[in-house]
Nanobody, 116 residues
Framework: QVQLVESGGGLVQAGGSLRLSCAAS????????MYWYRQAPGKQRELVAS???????SYADSVKGRFTISRDNAEKTVYLQMNSLKPEDTAVYYC??????????WGQGTQVTVSS
């Protein structure tokens, strides 16, 4: 059974930084595409960043140049380094693990609040 546990959220002032972590278990982590999504109040969940099993990354335009996704296959953990945070980055951030045909699993989410 795949389990994802996020951590690292919190309250930060605009311009500050946070690093989110997502620890995975119950799967072959190195085979999985990993994603960070976020959902702000009253809005749809949106894709923030992704990292392929081989390490190729992709970002939403709104976070390019500010956020960095990375993975540590030995630790079965994916990270999201968030710099130059803005109030519009306020949301619940979710980790997602996807291996087509096997699983598509979500973490419980971690709240990020950026004050102006």
């Amino acid at each position: 059974q795949v389990q994802l546990v996020e951590s690292g959220g919190g309250l930060v002032q605009a311009g500050g930084s946070l690093r989110l972590s997502c620890a995975a278990s119950g799967m072959i982590f190195s085979f999985s595409f990993m994603y960070w999504y976020r959902q702000a109040p009253g809005k749809q969940r949106e894709l923030v960043a992704s990292i392929a099993s081989g390490g190729t990354t992709s970002y939403a335009d709104s976070v390019k140049g500010r956020f960095t996704i990375s993975r540590d296959n030995a630790e079965k953990t994916v990270y999201l380094q968030m710099n130059s945070l803005k109030p519009e980055d306020t949301a619940v951030y979710y980790c997602n693990a996807n291996r087509p045909g096997y699983y598509n699993s979500w973490g419980q989410g971690t709240q990020v609040t950026v004050s102006s």
